[in-house]
């Protein structure tokens, strides 16, 4: 009888347990949590039109996956056991180094040396930024691609012991020799980096600290040839109040802040209307007493390097859009264009072909043999006819170039394609995409055939599809 009561208060107690989350909601307030998550919200019984909600079960059951009492303390100490215990990360998306550095998962990849693009891609990447090169140049302009280093990359020592490199070369070694290869500006943070002894980047952040955003500006000044200002040996004040992103992740409820660094001068550059901070899709600036303006494509290493690159214009455009916007260099009236990127991000660089007139090209050799599956898809887009498809991977070699032809009765026109990797594209295949600005040919209506090289020979897909310009 004693035994049956012990069983009967043990499940009491634990279906009790279970209740806790739900029941616990009456009365429990969300926490303010410094860990930025989107949150589910309460879902409605009916539709904005009227109609009852079918999806109200399962959005109600992500209410509360995301909303149930205790979910934040329950986060922490999962999190605060396992770092202590196993010297681990409560959270997936972060892993846990040694003497608390903190560090991307999804920069794993590129530390153990495994490659995520193939030779095709890299060529490909590397082909995009030669066409944006050779686009700003003819505009009289000037350009330099730069990559913002993955933490581990920089700072190996503090990685967790099991991970171990694979190989010493990942797509980061890859793409440079394609971009030498291809001859594009490039400024090479890891080795400006590696020259430091101290480490520039924060402890609890993914990001470079202020010292080493005045660090990667120099040095994408140099390799643009550009005056600027020298940060070395200028004073500065270290604070400890900077909020590391991805010990937010692992400790929602955390309070410890990283250090920074603020050099004790003044910016003389101003931000636009509208601006709210570095993390604005878009930002223009003003600076009255530089010459010359900027676009620079970033991500948020940007956040940081925006200020120090604002510095040094007149004028500058910082832009977090996708597709890339080439054309804004003239619409901002602006001489130089900036690429930034980080590591971890490199396989998306050519998922979507820049915004910009496509490259004409003088062809006299047609395609004399003929191939199979390429596609075609034609679309007229804000000043644009933007025209993007797919081919097989077979029918390519790892550096064919892609032109498009435009026929019309009166009109012949020649352009060349940026090589794509896209993420919906059709298991198989690589892609391509371009666009022909409004004034690139004359009016009219054209059919048009991709074509390429294949061990040395023309290829032609055929006609494929067609547009009009008026």
Same mark, same amino acid.
């Given at each position: 009888?004693?035994?049956?009561?012990?069983?009967?208060?043990?499940?009491?107690?634990?279906?009790?347990?279970?209740?806790?989350?739900?029941?616990?909601?009456?009365?429990?307030?969300?926490?303010?949590?410094?860990?930025?998550?989107?949150?589910?919200?309460?879902?409605?019984?009916?539709?904005?039109?009227?109609?009852?909600?079918?999806?109200?079960?399962?959005?109600?059951?992500?209410?509360?996956?995301?909303?149930?009492?205790?979910?934040?303390?329950?986060?922490?100490?999962?999190?605060?056991?396992?770092?202590?215990?196993?010297?681990?990360?409560?959270?997936?998306?972060?892993?846990?180094?040694?003497?608390?550095?903190?560090?991307?998962?999804?920069?794993?990849?590129?530390?153990?040396?495994?490659?995520?693009?193939?030779?095709?891609?890299?060529?490909?990447?590397?082909?995009?930024?030669?066409?944006?090169?050779?686009?700003?140049?003819?505009?009289?302009?000037?350009?330099?691609?730069?990559?913002?280093?993955?933490?581990?990359?920089?700072?190996?020592?503090?990685?967790?012991?099991?991970?171990?490199?694979?190989?010493?070369?990942?797509?980061?070694?890859?793409?440079?020799?394609?971009?030498?290869?291809?001859?594009?500006?490039?400024?090479?943070?890891?080795?400006?980096?590696?020259?430091?002894?101290?480490?520039?980047?924060?402890?609890?952040?993914?990001?470079?600290?202020?010292?080493?955003?005045?660090?990667?500006?120099?040095?994408?000044?140099?390799?643009?040839?550009?005056?600027?200002?020298?940060?070395?040996?200028?004073?500065?004040?270290?604070?400890?109040?900077?909020?590391?992103?991805?010990?937010?992740?692992?400790?929602?409820?955390?309070?410890?802040?990283?250090?920074?660094?603020?050099?004790?001068?003044?910016?003389?550059?101003?931000?636009?209307?509208?601006?709210?901070?570095?993390?604005?899709?878009?930002?223009?600036?003003?600076?009255?007493?530089?010459?010359?303006?900027?676009?620079?494509?970033?991500?948020?290493?940007?956040?940081?390097?925006?200020?120090?690159?604002?510095?040094?214009?007149?004028?500058?455009?910082?832009?977090?859009?996708?597709?890339?916007?080439?054309?804004?260099? #003239?619409? %901002? *009236?602006?001489?130089?264009?900036?690429? =930034? /990127?980080?590591?971890?991000? @490199? !396989?998306?660089?050519?998922?979507?072909?820049?915004?910009?007139?496509?490259?004409?090209?003088?062809?006299?050799?047609?395609?004399?043999?003929?191939?199979?599956?390429?596609?075609?898809?034609?679309? #007229?887009? %804000? *000043?644009?006819?933007?025209?993007?498809? =797919? /081919?097989?991977?077979?029918? @390519? !070699?790892?550096?064919?170039?892609?032109?498009?032809?435009?026929?019309?009765?009166?009109?012949?026109?020649?352009?060349?394609?940026?090589?794509?990797?896209?993420?919906?594209?059709?298991?198989?295949?690589?892609?391509? *995409?371009?666009?022909?600005?409004?004034?690139?040919?004359?009016?009219?209506?054209?059919?048009?055939?991709?074509?390429?090289?294949?061990?040395?020979?023309?290829?032609?897909?055929?006609?494929?599809?067609?547009?009009?310009?008026?």
């Amino acid at each position: 009888m004693e035994k049956k009561t012990g069983y009967k208060i043990f499940a009491g107690l634990f279906f009790a347990l279970l209740w806790i989350p739900l029941l616990g909601m009456v009365f429990y307030q969300d926490r303010e949590v410094s860990r930025k998550e989107a949150l589910s919200p309460f879902p409605r019984i009916r539709t904005a039109q009227g109609d009852v909600n079918v999806h109200f079960l399962p959005e109600l059951g992500d209410y509360f996956a995301d909303h149930f009492a205790f979910r934040w303390e329950i986060i922490e100490a999962h999190s605060f056991l396992k770092g202590k215990l196993f010297g681990m990360s409560g959270e997936d998306a972060v892993i846990q180094g040694k003497d608390g550095y903190y560090f991307y998962t999804d920069s794993l990849e590129s530390y153990l040396g495994i490659p995520t693009m193939d030779a095709r891609e890299l060529y490909g990447t590397a082909r995009m930024l030669a066409l944006i090169q050779e686009y700003v140049e003819g505009q009289g302009g000037s350009f330099v691609f730069t990559v913002a280093p993955n933490k581990n990359t920089l700072y190996p020592q503090y990685m967790p012991y099991y991970h171990k490199k694979i190989r010493d070369e990942g797509d980061l070694e890859g793409l440079v020799k394609e971009l030498k290869e291809a001859g594009v500006a490039y400024a090479d943070l890891v080795e400006a980096f590696s020259e430091e002894d101290e480490v520039l980047y924060h402890r609890l952040d993914s990001h470079w600290n202020n010292k080493g955003a005045a660090l990667a500006m120099g040095a994408v000044m140099d390799a643009l040839g550009q005056a600027h200002t020298d940060y070395a040996g200028m004073p500065y004040e270290v604070r400890r109040d900077f909020a590391g992103d991805l010990y937010e992740m692992v400790h929602p409820l955390g309070k410890e802040k990283d250090e920074n660094i603020y050099y004790e001068r003044e910016f003389t550059f101003d931000y636009g209307d509208g601006f709210q901070s570095t993390e604005d899709m878009k930002i223009h600036t003003t600076n009255p007493g530089k010459e010359h303006g900027a676009v620079v494509f970033r991500d948020s290493f940007g956040n940081s390097l925006t200020p120090f690159i604002a510095e040094e214009y007149g004028k500058g455009y910082f832009d977090r859009s996708v597709p890339y916007p080439v054309d804004t260099l #003239e619409k %901002e *009236g602006a001489d130089t264009l900036i690429f =930034e /990127i980080v590591e971890r991000h @490199l !396989d998306i660089l050519a998922r979507e072909a820049p915004r910009m007139p496509a490259p004409l090209r003088e062809f006299q050799e047609w395609g004399q043999e003929e191939t199979t599956g390429v596609t075609m898809e034609v679309e #007229e887009i %804000e *000043g644009y006819t933007k025209v993007d498809g =797919e /081919i097989p991977r077979e029918a @390519l !070699d790892t550096d064919s170039e892609v032109y498009i032809r435009c026929v019309s009765p009166e009109d012949t026109a020649v352009f060349e394609a940026f090589p794509l990797n896209e993420d919906d594209q059709a298991p198989g295949t690589y892609g391509y *995409g371009m666009y022909i600005a409004e004034g690139q040919s004359d009016p009219g209506t054209y059919i048009m055939e991709v074509l390429f090289r294949k061990d040395g020979s023309w290829v032609t897909s055929g006609y494929l599809g067609s547009f009009t310009k008026k």
